[in-house]
């Protein structure tokens, strides 16, 4: 069964401090994909980056990268030099066709709080 | 470009009752999905449309349903609610498809089941 975990339930960092958000998958199918979302105070999610299995690349996006590490199955996401504005709830999903059919599978998130 | 839209914002409904909820996605965007936000399960996908078509179909019993129209705008019914459907309902377009492509999500619905 497709499954994602994201075992930091909260992280409380100072800003200006590095922070990095695991994130493990599980799937059989090669061709999968996967992502990372934040979410606001204000609720709304907000897309981050996808990545599919074949894109072992890691991303760099300002302060935010990716490390996509297939043979342990993970995509964690970090941030330098965190700001206050960072404070969210992040997910990481995973997304795999099966039978013409696929799930979007959230993990449980994890809630970041930047103090000033 | 204005963003997805969902209506109402909150409402408020007593067991066995139904409940429609709306979304207008972004202009252009043929794919509407619909997610299921609680405390205890946490984001849980429900289905998608794509083009008046339901693409893909998540875990969740016949009560829930929902269409979209040949405008891409969508609607989610919940038949006879029980208290476990409170939760925030959130709607995402694409240009593509949900499952490979990038979410734009509305504000959501919140709904409160007594």
């Known amino acids: 069964a497709q499954k994602v975990t994201q075992a930091q339930t909260e992280i409380s960092v100072v800003e200006k401090e590095d922070v990095t958000l695991d994130c493990v998958y599980e799937t059989r199918d090669t061709t999968y994909y996967l992502f990372w979302y934040k979410q606001p105070p204000s609720g709304e999610l907000v897309f981050l980056i996808r990545?599919?299995?074949?894109d072992e690349q890691n991303e760099i996006s300002g302060r935010y990268s990716w490390n996509f590490q297939k043979s342990t199955s993970s995509f964690n996401f970090t941030i330098t030099a965190s700001q206050v504005v960072d404070s969210a709830v992040y997910f990481c999903a995973l997304s795999e066709e099966m039978d013409s059919n696929y799930q979007l599978i959230w993990g449980a998130g994890t809630k970041l709080i930047i103090k000033p | 470009k204005a963003g997805v839209t969902q209506t109402p914002r909150y409402l408020i409904k007593t067991r066995g009752q139904q409940v429609t909820l709306s979304c207008s996605p972004i202009?252009?965007?043929?794919?509407v999905s619909w997610y299921q936000q609680t405390p205890g399960q946490g984001l849980q996908f429900l289905f998608e449309?794509?083009?008046?078509?339901?693409?893909n179909k998540g875990n969740f019993p016949g009560r829930f349903s929902g269409r979209q129209f040949s405008n891409s705008r969508s609607e989610m019914n919940v038949s006879t609610l029980e208290l476990g459907d409170s939760a925030l309902y959130l709607c995402?377009?694409?240009?593509?498809?949900?499952?490979?492509?990038?979410?734009?999500f509305g504000e959501g619905s919140r709904l409160t089941v007594l």
């Open positions: 202009s252009g965007h043929r794919s």
């Open positions: 449309y794509f083009s008046e078509t339901q693409r």
């Open positions: 995402a377009s694409s240009r593509n498809g949900a499952n490979t492509g990038e979410l734009f």
């Open positions: 990545r599919n299995s074949f």
